[in-house]
């Protein structure tokens, strides 16, 4: 053969990822840099899942959504949301179909791992005074020693009034900080492996050094914590029983590298596909089924509790707007599409071995469609029909979407769950898609621009062009 020929059917037959900054415009190239930016801003308002549902209300209502009513009828181009519990939200823009046809469903996570606060967090010792953590999702807890950690949360009073804390992310306040062995002492500490170096135990945070103003006083550091505590917030030690307080990583959310093609944040799983989500919805033209987009809580820790999609939150939800038009519920379901949003661990050549080269994601190589999770036997997974990927590759390719496919690490190393499984539980086609991140549930992660906007091209895609 000829070697044009052989590059023909090269071309014809061999698949090959796609690199975003080859195939995008450099017109998209330049919307994809824009929308980044959009994006960095939601991140630093939305260090928490309650800060996310505020942030995401916000943007919302700006885009014409409200409260929506039980028992009203709703007609095609009608936007709503629903809060759940402060910590989970559900947004929807109603369709010209009826219901029955089924919703198109993005869900994202909103929750993301960090250091929550015992409820009864302050003591002092040798005169220093802390508060006693409880690490949420899974961490490497090495990684957040010598940090500058911002404190957020709330308080909730007996009276039922909130307190708001935010402490650390403005240049003028302080930060929050745990400390470690330094090296000429660690000879024995070094020995031990990554998982035992830091104990979950010994992640206290510290606070404060300074002695209330009398000698006679005992546990004066952490008093004189407590009454500056007070004189700020008018809250006592017992307030700490009813709060939800989170240290996280203090400070904005940064461009990486001279081209500027990377962001390192805190949070980036998820938010990286609840924004996108988000903004596909408040995008999508003229759509034919009910948008859903769903940023929930949770996930972390495995979708569990009321604020997670392993409860009935969003399908007793999705049952209310099928009963309020006259429609069967399971029908809708039946019906009904979803996108699980969830990151993928990026191929980090770092730590090569942990990958299979051939099924993994790559950074700039776009969106992720993970057909299932899990690992050892694809066990505690779900996984995506043949015939739904299907509709994708096709609304995606038609579409100009760069998009990718893999799994998450090789087979026998280990993998995660996503809200896919529970979903599916309620006889909805589900697929996860998302970003692919470089230090997943680190500290600071890092996700390519490209790939995000590819994101939010293909969700909105979704949204717009699924039968
Ligand atoms: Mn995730
Ligand atoms: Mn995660």
Redesign the pocket.
Known sequence: MKKTDIETLEKELVYKRKNAFREMPKSEIKKAFAFSDDYKKYLDSSKTEREAVKTSLEIAKKEGFNEWKSGEKYSAGDKVYLVNRNKAVIFVKFGSAPIEKGVLISAA?IDCPRLDLKPNPVYEADNMAYLDTHYYGGIKKYQWVTLPLAMHGVVIKKSGETVEINIGESENDPIFYITDLLPHLAAEQVKKTLADGISGESLNILIGSEPIDDEKAGNAVKLNTLKLLHDKYDISEEDFLSAEISLVPAGKARDVGFDRSLISAYGH??RVCAYPSLRALFDSENNKHTLIVCLTDK??VGSMGNTGLNSSYLYDFIEELALDSGANPKTVFRNSKCLSA??NAAFDPAFAEVYEKNNASYINCGLVVTKYTGARGKSGSSEASAEYVAELRKIFDENGVIWQMAELGKVDIGGGG?VAQYVANRNIDVVDVGVPVLSMHAPFEVVSKLDVYSAYRGIKEFFEKMI
């Open positions: 996570h799983d998820d996930e972390e969830d990151v996503t």
